[in-house]
């Protein structure tokens, strides 16, 4: 697997890279890589000749500077996974690099970015797309693979794609679950022994049926506090506090 930090010769590498090859998946992280990413990049190199994988913790999608602070990294194991499992190509820049212009240029979006995850998280999303869109345009990969975990992300960034008539299909996968029900995510790791016990009734709770109210209470009583919960189209979409650590979930209305 080549390591890539400077965007100017990822961009060449892969621009050389399609010149022998047929396609290219890109599938872009900020590490602390577990199942969820590695079904995503699974699928990519299924569907694809080459794929490629960015790790890059994105500190202009992060409003609060604990959270940034706190975010896992497991960047040795990481390589080791992607070594392991078959990537051709790893990007991991800079934040100078990526952000030669310290973040003057920004991607806004202005409907569906203030809502659901933006509400509490402001400046979060136009983070998200400012850097999805450098890293799709350094990338020029045939698709991109993002998770139906961050649904609200995954119909931001392919709404991107088509308004700016971008040449990379978004591809979205399926949400991987623990056992228990639980959404895999970086930041469970940083859940104690006892939260990671009440974790999983978020899932079996918002799946459960019952009306959002009493969803409420009864996550309440399990010692979450609910950022919120709310119906998208067919979608019950919901983000919960265990302490400081902030999860989001959402299922399929039926
Ligand atoms: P992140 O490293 O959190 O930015 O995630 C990178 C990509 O992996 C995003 O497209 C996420 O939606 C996706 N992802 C994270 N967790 C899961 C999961 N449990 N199931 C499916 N995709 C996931």
Known sequence: MRIIRDP??????LRDQRKKTVSIGFVPTMG???RGHMSLIERSIEENDVTAVSIFLNPTQFNNADDLKNY?????????LLEAIGVELLFTPTYDDIYADGF???????????????????GHFTGVLTIVLKLLILTAADRAYFGEKDWQQYRLIDGMAKSLFLDTQIIPCELIREESGLALSSRNAL?????RKIA????????????????EQLLVEHGFRVDYIEEWEDRLLAAVFLGEVRLIDNVRIS
């Open 8 to 13: 100017r010769a990822w961009k060449e590498t």
């Open 32 to 34: 602390a890589l577990h």
């Open 72 to 80: 896992p990294s497991t960047f040795e194991e990481d390589c080791r």
């Open 104 to 122: 003057t240029y920004q991607v806004n979006e202005t409907e569906l970015t203030g809502r659901f995850c933006g509400a509490a998280r402001p």
């Open 191 to 195: 859940l104690s022994l006892a939260q």
């Open 200 to 215: 999983p009734y978020f899932h079996q709770i918002i799946s459960s049926g019952i009306t959002i109210d009493q969803m």
